[in-house]
């Protein structure tokens, strides 16, 4: 499967934004999705990850209550809705997928097989 991520952008804080992840090449509803991010200077992090079907998410404790994660497996895409932005916020959001993740790795960069490029997203102060 082919990932390419969409809708960064340059946010104030307490703003809102939504990134897009489309997803082509097989059958996105086999997948597990989640969303990572690197900020300058640190390692990539886990921020949300949701199953196949999309009945259960995952969120990383920074951003619990704030950020929503979706996705459309008809239109085979993957969202990202980020509320109550924060300048620590700001980093590169990618979005991975995998087959055949198991939960208690479903935090986990080695659990994901292929990955978005990236986009930037920039929260001022």
């Known amino acids: 499967v082919q990932l390419q991520a969409s809708g960064g952008g340059l946010v104030q804080a307490g703003g809102s934004l939504v990134l897009s992840c489309a997803a082509s090449?097989?059958?996105?509803?086999?997948?597990?999705v989640a969303w990572f991010r690197q900020s300058p200077g640190k390692e990539r992090e886990f921020v949300a990850a949701?199953?196949?079907?999309?009945?259960?998410?995952y969120y990383a404790d920074s951003v619990k209550g704030r950020f929503t994660i979706s996705r459309d497996n008809a239109k085979m895409s993957l969202y990202l809705r980020m509320n109550s932005l924060k300048p620590e916020d700001t980093a590169v959001y990618y979005c991975?997928?995998?087959?055949?993740?198991?939960?208690?790795?479903?935090?986990?960069?080695?659990?994901?097989?292929?990955w978005g490029q990236g986009t930037l997203v920039t929260v001022s102060s």
């Open positions: 949701i199953r196949r079907s999309g009945d259960v998410t």
């Open positions: 090449g097989r059958t996105f509803s086999s997948y597990a």
């Open positions: 991975a997928a995998a087959q055949g993740v198991i939960l208690t790795a479903v935090r986990s960069q080695a659990s994901y097989k292929y």
